[in-house]
């Protein structure tokens, strides 16, 4: 297997594997500009919007670990393939969707052909090039990686503004077509690949699937529920504890687990995984903020809303060709803490923002938040494998980013919640104002009534209600702050690199 060679040339396959690729990660972004339209669509709330992301974060993280032992079995290309069928196939009806339950049935669907394509397009793209040549290879995969997400919100906004947010997710069905058609063609497996394995630890699999379902319910369903107060909520969140402790325990206790625990005795491994839990939770939480804000209080279009936040794209690739020269010559931890302390500043300048500004104000804040992104993706994930066997990747990998998938999850559910609740103590706060001995109100009576009559109170309601959503959206984005900024004095928990390390984890 070491002397074989792919029959075409390996910068094709890397363009095959590529489309599809580009295809999952621009998913993740798209969609995110057209929220307040879905809910409008559908006839729900912002918040219940929201899980249709959620639900797609978990799915696609559950089937990680699965990835090699699938395709050991029954090959790379066409698992490959069967994912790009699934991702493709579901993105269609997710399109068609005419409620909640459905689109997020069929984003489960999709993240469940979304999560492995990613990690089997990176060992392909190994497989395929020479030793020589693979660092020029995942560099191509990275910028990819990163150059989908910048695309993603403008090409998002520009579909809602121009056709609707269905076609969001129709755009996937050509480009899922042409991948598969490329894949079948172009793509093969390398001799001796396809062996049986033995059978997969189902037990363990299905109490994954068990606790990491009940903690989404609980995460998607608290803030209209009213969290713990709640009684189906509190069974929830027992039933995730309860489902990771068993699922924990028979993990140490099987002999050929789905997921080796025992990776996390490494202190650096532990304290990455921290790390990326939070990051993907202050990352998501974000970007969900973000369009919501731009649209829901500044009143800007889906496409433009999007462009403003693409800007963080760019920053997230200037950072990423910078590192991966640098991270030969210097320690990744300063990147890391840099990469923390640029999200907290960014997250703290978009929460100083007043109503009144442009959408160009929006630009160099999601420039720096990512350089913060480009500044952790990669060193992180280099970092916290340092110290792993090579026998025990595959599981490390796979937790690493099943951690920072339910990160992403629960930042998205954090930020959804937190709106909700500053927006009603901010209500108490502002509202003791509306009293008729405070002179300011009888200042602005005296000016509206001769115009609106008795309608003055209600025009004041209104102007109070959009000073609730901008501290609201302040509020929010300080909490991100804060906790990118937490982050830091945990860095210097991390062991320091050693030199030609290769990054690994990516996904």
Not at 115 to 142: C, D, H, N, W
Not at 181 to 207: C, H, M, N
Not at 305 to 319: N, P, Q
Request: proline share 4%; aromatic share 12%.
């Amino acid at each position: 297997m070491s002397d074989w060679k792919p029959k075409f040339n390996p910068w094709i396959i890397a363009f095959t594997v590529m489309i599809g690729t580009f295809m999952e990660v621009l998913d993740t972004s798209i969609a995110n500009v057209a929220l307040p339209h879905i809910a409008g669509s559908i006839g729900s709330t912002i918040e219940e919007a929201t899980w249709m992301s959620t639900s797609y974060l978990v799915a696609n993280a559950i089937v990680l670990p699965l990835t090699g032992w699938i395709s050991s079995n029954f090959g790379r290309k066409n698992f490959l393939l069967i994912c790009t069928l699934i991702f493709t196939i579901s993105s269609v009806f997710c399109g068609f969707s005419t409620s909640l339950s459905q689109l997020v049935f069929f984003r489960i669907l999709q993240g469940i052909g979304g999560g492995a394509m990613q990690p089997v397009a990176q060992t392909i793209l190994t497989e395929s090039f020479p030793i020589e040549k693979r660092g020029l290879a995942m560099a191509f995969y990275g910028l990819g990686v990163v150059v989908a997400p910048i695309l993603g919100p403008i090409v998002g906004g520009w579909l809602t503004d121009a056709y609707s947010w269905r076609y969001c997710f129709y755009i996937n069905l050509p480009v899922g077509i042409i991948a598969m058609i490329a894949s079948w063609y172009v793509l093969e497996d390398p001799p001796g690949l396809r062996q049986k394995t033995g059978s997969i630890d189902y037990v363990g699999f299905l109490l994954l699937c068990l606790w990491v379902s009940c903690l989404e319910l609980a995460m998607d369903l608290g803030n209209t529920r009213d969290w713990l107060e709640n009684q189906n909520i509190a069974l929830l969140f027992m039933g995730a504890v309860v489902g990771l402790l068993v699922w924990i325990l028979w993990e140490l206790s099987h002999s050929s687990p789905i997921v080796d625990l025992t990776v996390f005795r490494d202190r650096t491994f532990s304290v990455s995984t921290i790390l990326i839990t939070v990051f993907g939770g202050v990352l998501y939480g974000s970007t969900t903020l973000a369009p919501l804000f731009l649209q829901q209080v500044l009143g800007y279009p889906a496409y433009e809303a999007g462009v403003a936040v693409a800007s963080r794209g760019v920053g997230a690739m200037g950072a990423m060709l910078l590192v991966g020269p640098l991270m030969a010559k210097v320690d990744a931890r300063i990147f890391v803490i840099l990469g923390f302390f640029f999200t907290g500043v960014s997250n703290n300048w978009l929460a100083a923002f007043p109503r009144e500004i442009a959408m160009s104000d929006f630009t160099w804040p999601n420039i720096i938040s990512g350089i913060g992104i480009g500044f952790i993706f990669v060193p992180l994930s280099t970092i916290a494998n340092q110290k792993i066997a090579a026998a025990k990747i595959g599981s490390a990998t796979g937790l690493f980013n099943l951690m920072r998938n339910l990160g992403g999850s629960a930042g998205i559910a954090l930020a959804t919640t937190m709106l909700s609740r500053y927006s009603q103590s901010r209500h108490a706060q502002l509202g003791v104002h509306i009293s008729d001995l405070n002179p300011a109100l009888a200042h602005y009576q005296a000016a509206l009534e001769p115009q609106f009559g008795e309608r003055w109170i209600a025009v004041v309601y209104n102007l109070m209600r959009g000073q609730i959503a901008v501290l609201s959206y302040m509020d929010a984005y300080h909490t991100m702050a804060l906790l990118a900024f937490g982050c830091v004095p945990l860095c210097f928990l991390l062991r320091k690199p050693e030199k030609g390390a290769a990054a690994g984890g990516m996904h």
